[in-house]
């Protein structure tokens, strides 16, 4: 069980196997990544959902899905000058653009970001999920994300695995795993320097349509479900789904016909219309 005692933790730096340090991008050298805990406990054994804005959002939807919809509570979030001051407001009070969730009863913990990392804080940013990882006995970990591909019909999950154990994973998800390719962002770094640890870590991507694609969310969510047990519906992001797919199209279909107009205006009703 999780100690009871409650505090405020900042935390501290502490090595991780690799050669990398933390001034690796000169372009970020001044800047500071923090984790603050409000309520910092053994964290031991649990595992951690990582849900950084990427590709169709797949990772950001999937994760606030699991927060709004699951018995979790905001127990800190990372504190740094790479994040925008832009703040989002929710029920009248700011919010932190990462924040971080905890669930005792599923012994999971999601780490959700609203903004996208600028690339050059990138490296940084990962170096501090993995310093936090590894000091708090985190023991397995799932990054959340998209990824297109040229699959036709059957919504698809692909996975990337940080090393040779951390593939049994995804056992019985029908994930198909990447055998070659290439992946970038914190996701990359983060499953790079995880590969030599006692850590099982793996990358889940959803196969992506859509600018804000929650039915490729719905499909992580799935798997989600069969791989913890959580027993969460699909139907209210399925239905969101269709609802971004016929505003996408209606959108469409508006531009269409105001540029329509507009050659009509510019011909004088004569000519040729540019669009079909």
Sequence with gaps: MPSQKKSTKTSESKPIPSAWN????????????RFVEVDHRNWSGYTLIEGFPGMGLVGTISA??????????EMG????????????????????????????????IVLISE??????????????????????????????????????????VYGIAANE??????????????????????????LLHLKDTPVKAVSMLGNVTLGADYKAASELIKRMNKLLKLN?????????????????????????????????????GKGPSYYA
Excluded: C
């Design 22 to 33: 933390s001034n690796h991008n000169s372009n970020s050298h001044d800047m500071t990544v």
């Design 165 to 190: 154990k951390s593939k049994s994973i995804f056992e019985g998800l029908d994930v198909e795993i990447i055998q070659d390719g290439i992946t970038t962002g914190i996701t990359a770094i983060i």
């Design 77 to 108: 979030h990372i504190h740094s000058d790479v994040f925008m001051p832009i703040i989002r407001i929710h029920e009248g009070v700011p919010v932190f653009p990462s924040r971080i969730y905890v669930s005792e009863k599923y012994k999971l």
């Design 64 to 73: 606030k899905y699991l927060v709004e919809n699951l018995d979790f509570k």
């Design 232 to 268: 969460l519906k699909i139907e209210p992001l399925l239905e969101q789904a269709k609802k971004t797919e016929q505003e996408i199209v209606s959108q469409m279909k508006k531009v269409q016909e105001t540029q329509e107009q507009e050659d009509r205006f510019d011909t004088g």
């Design 115 to 156: 903004q996208v990392i600028p690339k050059p804080f990138v490296p940084k940013v990962a170096r501090a999920v993995i310093e936090w990882i590894l000091q708090n006995g985190i023991t397995r970990v799932i990054s959340l994300a998209g990824i297109q591909t040229d699959s036709k019909g059957k919504p698809s």
